[in-house]
């Protein structure tokens, strides 16, 4: 109990401030320009560097389809959301939010530019939250191995 209650905490927070952000883009006219990064409101109608944006209309609900599926496995592998809690909860409140743009903005509000040396995809909080979450499960999956190893 104790681990969704930090996981529900993480959720909420990153979910919120998230939206928060992206409110701001999407209606204030937050927007800066730097030498190295820029702060610029972006649509994405696919995945990472608008794949799949053909789907654009349905992804919403194919993304939601993947996360019905997952939880559905959280729930029958209990022992699994205890052990990676923390990056699930980081994976869902990113997910979950980029998915709320696609039916609030009708695609995922993007505001990160990188532009120094190259140019790079524009992503959000979201998107970094999210791929920390895969490190973190990468990095546990690699410490389990080592000590699987030296059993």
């Given at each position: 109990m104790r681990q969704f209650k930090i996981a529900?905490?993480?959720?909420?927070?990153?979910?919120?401030?998230?939206?928060?952000?992206?409110?701001?883009?999407?209606?204030l006219g937050w927007?800066?320009?730097?030498?190295?990064?820029?702060?610029?409101l972006?649509?994405?109608?696919?995945?990472?560097?608008?794949?799949?944006?053909?789907?654009?209309?349905?992804l919403k609900y194919i993304q939601l389809f993947i996360v019905i599926i997952g939880t559905i496995y959280l729930l029958k592998n209990r022992d699994i959301f205890y052990k990676y809690h923390i990056p699930i909860a980081l994976l869902y409140?990113?997910?979950?939010?980029?998915?709320?743009d696609r039916f609030t903005y009708g695609a995922v509000v993007d505001y990160f530019?990188?532009?120094?040396?190259?140019?790079f995809a524009i992503?959000?909080?979201?998107?970094?939250i999210i791929d920390l979450a895969v490190v973190i499960i990468i990095i546990m999956q690699i410490k389990e191995s080592r000590k699987q190893k030296n059993i």
């Open positions: 529900f905490f993480i959720f909420i927070s990153i979910f919120i401030i998230d939206q928060i952000v992206k409110y701001g883009f999407a209606n927007d800066a320009n730097g030498s190295v990064m820029s702060l610029k972006a649509y994405n109608y696919g995945v990472a560097f608008s794949m799949l944006s053909f789907l654009a209309e349905y409140a990113g997910g979950l939010s980029n998915i709320l530019y990188w532009h120094y040396m190259f140019e992503f959000n909080f979201a998107d970094v």
